[in-house]
């Protein structure tokens, strides 16, 4: 589904964020990324999600190379991915059914579609209930999943995720990771970015670890040392 075959990233500045990434996640696989502060992670996540390009190397989503992905060509690529992001970017003016629907209003859905969708979306993350309120009504819990319900809408097969848990406690944590889980039980595959290694110890999926741009280590969760 997602994979990287020596992948570098330089930037502009000329700091090489990534260096000689290789790893494969499969469809349906669910995934933590995590290493220190700078290691690379949300690099990684943009190039997938072409908010970036490699420097060298290939990404390839469903076996096709992103190097070849024209900027008219990235919001088709783009649909097969829902974001998550910490601070869940959501429109504080708008209520959450707007927010949730935003993706299909984009993609020009009729009305009654969107309307479908958005509730089923909802459903998903316990929050039909909420639909006509603002943002800033919501616990930092609920904003989160209205994030995930706005990711989830357009039923990508790709989720990824930096740092979804950040501000939550670590009962909010979970809460939320179970909605990972979920996602991924219909063939969902998902790659989470955290720094949160007791909630990957507790988790016990497969990590992958970056460790100054080089991915360190591919497997269950490496000594919290790091
Ligand atoms: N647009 C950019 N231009 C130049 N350097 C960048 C850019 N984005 C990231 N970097 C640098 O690349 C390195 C990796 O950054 P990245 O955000 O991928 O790390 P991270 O592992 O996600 O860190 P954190 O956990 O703190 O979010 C950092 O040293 C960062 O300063």
Redesign the pocket.
Known sequence: MIRFDNVDKV???G?H?LKNVSFHLKKGEMAFLT??????????L?LIALL?RPTNGNVFINGHSLNTVTRRHIPYVRRDIGIIFQDHRLLTDRPVFDNVALPMVIEGYSHQEIRRRVAAALDKVGLLDKARLLPSMLSGGEQQRVGIARAVVNKPPIILA??PTGNLDPALSMEILRLFEEFNRVDVAVLI?T?DLGLIARMRYRTLT?RE?QMFNDGLAAEPSL
């Open positions: 930037y502009g500045s700091h964020a290493g220190h502060s700078g290691a690379g992670k949300s690099t990684l943009k970036e930096d740092e970015a720094h970056l741009g």
